[in-house]
């Protein structure tokens, strides 16, 4: 049966992440690189990992929370199928992010740190993408989208979008 | 044979460098050319991005911003046919066009940066790479080490400036079983890429300074602590992690030596206050990086309780090339008590942002036109902003200014990690305080109370005043909780986070009294005292404002003047970037 196999499929996912984890346990100091494998492995850290993790590191799951939280690269809700992240260092501020921030959230109707209704996009901040020379600049996924005015930033929405309608019509 | 080298720093893959390399190694593979094809670092040029490189017997030819298009062009006509395009060349032995970025600066750190491949220990070698250290292993003690780096008067590049001699020197005196270094990796000051670029270009010189510096301070384990949002600077550093552990340079017994060492990386997690050091150390403990009291300062006990001594990226790199130079020759360059160079991440209002490596003592204006070529479009030069949320901004009227520890200390800035932001006109002031201001709110652990809400009462205040609400009381307020928040915070985030606020009330006083007495912007930046109107005279009507419009607030037909309608309008500014033609204005 179908549901089997996929309950099968997972558990030999869980089991081969635990093999992971347990190597990398093998340091002290590693509940950090822990949680960044977990979130590698799920797009974000599952409630049921961090107790895992607790059991394997004897760690308390409300101090590992803690350290979740602390730190702004995990998640605890899972990603859109696009992930924008918008470059707030500050050549990109001066050179005006805030406009392009501002047309993101009217175009996509959420906030920094939300995911789009129909899962296609997720809006993140970064400090610093690191491309000065291109300000401003939005990274979608891994491709870098620099020099942005209004309309090249509406005109790569929409690319993206046409994309996701060509993929789920296949 | 022709060897050609693309720029594919994480700037070069973001201005399409990738595509530019594949293309040019497709080329080349599928027509079977005697060519090699190789990519490298940053050689600083961010804005000429992308860069490629092609070394024959006779010369060196650096094209700038090739595309794909570009690319098969130069690979037909160049390779394969030795006709040289050019007009695309900016440096070679008959070309220069780029004097004036390059004449000025020194290079130390930069010293391999774009010019070898990173992911080669064979190239690094070539350029003396591994030599300091197998000196440093057979003729030199650890306190001659410690005494060499001293003499040379290098200090902390991480933004504190501590002499990095007298650093080493507190690490190595305590007895200990176990003691570790640390390279902090953890650049997080928006605007500052100075470490990312080194760690991209030249890995190897890195942890040759952190094996000289373990020696030193008797130190056999090391981590560098690198920020989780520079994947490509951790790969690199991976594969140069690997080659070292297979031809025995970290491991046991070093170049025959007695000296054991081994290294790895830790990805941080996204804290800015991880930059701070016991808080970094926290966190490669696996907690959360909460900073702590210091005495103990970590050279008594540090990283699980051992003596530790952490330094900078750029610091690190600097190491080798003092070992092999000499302490002399490193401290022939700079001022007084300011040796050396230091590298700068360029960028804001400036026509060439990039990389650059001066030698202290430069003065700002030197590095604003001399080298990045003035001010970016038509505005005109108001500062620059340096140090990040941890500095502040000096006006242009102290462009004299030298590059010196103590010299910008005394602005109330700081030297800082090395992001330089230019800043025209069209930059508000109290609104660049807001955003750092903003930054430090967000980044603060939260377990100083005056960090954790003084920076936030101080926020709000900017932001009042950004609105055109503020009280005739808030100047002084604001003087107030900064002095507070600076002698009441434990480490540097908070004792250095009113700085950008207080270095634009000290030289920029007049803006923030426009916005709190005339309720104005004089940059016309903050969106609640600006209004929008269109200039009847040059509006032709092409509809582009009104199509960037998001609420409506524009009107007007094709060919006909439009007309804001101020009462709908949220002043986002979108009109006013829409229009070619200047007829948007703010009041």
């Known amino acids: ?170 | 044979m022709k060897k050609i080298s693309v720029g594919l720093g994480t700037c070069g893959f973001s201005a399409g460098g990738g595509q530019v390399f594949n293309a040019i190694k497709e080329l080349i593979d599928n027509n079977n050319i005697d060519a090699e094809v190789k990519e490298t670092g940053c050689n600083g040029m961010c804005y000429k991005e992308t860069l490629v490189e092609i070394k024959d017997e006779q010369d060196t030819y650096l094209y700038a911003k090739v595309s794909v298009d570009k690319a098969g062009k130069i690979v037909n006509e160049h390779v394969l046919n030795d006709r040289p395009i050019h007009d695309w060349i900016i440096k070679s032995k008959d070309i220069s066009t780029e004097d004036s970025f390059l004449k000025k600066q020194t290079r130390i750190v930069l010293r391999n940066c774009g010019i070898i491949d990173p992911n080669s220990i064979d190239e690094y070698m070539a350029r003396d790479g591994y030599s300091a250290i197998q000196t440093t292993l057979n003729h030199h003690s650890p306190v001659e080490v410690i005494d060499i780096i001293s003499r040379s008067g290098l200090r902390g590049r991480g933004g504190g400036g501590f002499l990095t001699g007298l650093k080493w020197k507190l690490a190595h005196e305590p007895k200990s079983d176990k003691k570790y270094i640390i390279c902090n990796a953890d650049e997080g000051d928006p605007g500052a890429f100075m470490d990312r670029s080194v760690l991209e270009g030249d890995p190897h010189s890195v942890i040759e300074g952190m094996m000289i510096a373990a020696y030193a301070i008797g130190a056999d384990e090391g981590f560098i602590y690198a920020r989780a949002e520079y994947p490509l600077a951790i790969k690199r550093l991976r594969v140069a992690l690997r080659q070292c552990v297979e031809r025995g340079f970290l491991g046991n017994n070093i170049f025959g030596s007695k000296f054991n060492f081994t290294l790895s990386i830790k990805e941080g997690a996204g804290a800015f206050v991880c930059g701070e050091e016991t808080a970094l150390m926290a966190s490669v403990e696996g907690k959360r990086g909460v900073p702590r009291l210091r005495p103990p300062f970590p050279a008594q006990s540090g990283l699980w309780g051992k003596p530790t001594s952490i330094n900078n990226v750029e610091t690190f790199a600097n190491v080798p090339w003092i070992m092999i130079n000499g302490a002399d020759a490193f401290a022939s360059y700079g001022t007084e008590n300011s040796k050396g160079t230091k590298v700068f991440a360029l960028a804001g209002k400036i026509k060439k942002s990039g990389l650059v490596e001066v030698p202290m003592g430069m003065t700002i204006n030197e590095i604003v036109f001399d080298i990045g070529g003035g001010i970016k479009g038509n505005g005109i030069f108001k500062g620059v902003q340096m140090g990040g949320p941890s500095g502040g901004c000096i006006p242009a009227s102290m462009g004299d200014l030298r590059i010196d520890y103590n010299e910008i200390n005394k602005t109330g800035a700081i030297m800082g990690s090395g992001g330089l932001i230019v800043l025209d006109d069209s930059t508000c002031m109290v609104d660049i305080a807001k955003f750092f201001l903003n930054f430090t709110q967000l980044e603060s652990c939260g377990k100083c109370t005056f960090c954790r809400i003084g920076t936030k009462r101080m926020l709000e205040i900017l932001e009042r005043l950004t609105e055109g609400k503020g009280k005739l009381t808030d100047l002084v307020l604001l003087e107030d909780l900064a002095g507070k928040i600076k002698q009441g915070s434990l480490c540097g985030l908070g004792q250095t986070a009113p700085n950008p606020v207080l270095t634009t009330l000290k030289y920029f006083r007049h803006e923030y009294e426009e916005h709190l007495h005339q309720k104005r912007c004089p940059a016309h930046q903050c969106p609640s005292l600006i209004t929008f109107s269109i200039i009847p005279e040059n509006c032709k009507g092409c509809c582009l404002c009104l199509k960037a419009c998001a609420v409506g607030a524009i009107t007007g037909s094709k060919k006909e003047v439009h007309i804001i309608d101020e009462k709908k309008c949220i002043k986002c500014g979108k009109c006013f970037d829409a229009c070619r033609l200047n007829a948007v204005q703010k009041n």
């Open chain 1, 1 to 170: 049966m179908a549901g089997d196999a996929e309950l099968i499929e997972e558990q030999k996912e869980i089991h081969s992440f635990k093999l992971d984890l347990i190597n990398k346990r093998r340091q002290s100091g590693s509940l950090i690189t822990l949680l960044q494998s977990a979130q590698d492995s799920y797009g974000y850290i599952p409630e049921k990992v961090i107790y895992y993790i607790s059991e394997l590191v004897a760690i308390p799951a409300a101090e590992i929370y803690g350290v979740i939280t602390f730190y702004s690269q995990f998640r605890l809700k899972p990603m859109g199928e696009n992930i924008i992240k918008i470059c707030e260092g500050t050549a990109c501020y001066v050179n005006g992010a805030k406009t392009v921030l501002s047309v993101l959230q009217d175009e996509l109707g959420i906030s920094v740190g939300e995911t789009t209704d129909d899962g296609l996009f997720t809006l993140q901040s970064v400090a610093c993408l690191g491309c000065c020379s291109l300000a401003p600049v939005i990274m979608i996924n891994n491709d870098t989208h620099g020099n942005l005015v209004t309309e090249k930033i509406r005109a790569i929405l929409k690319e993206y979008k046409v994309l996701h309608k060509a993929g789920s019509s296949n």
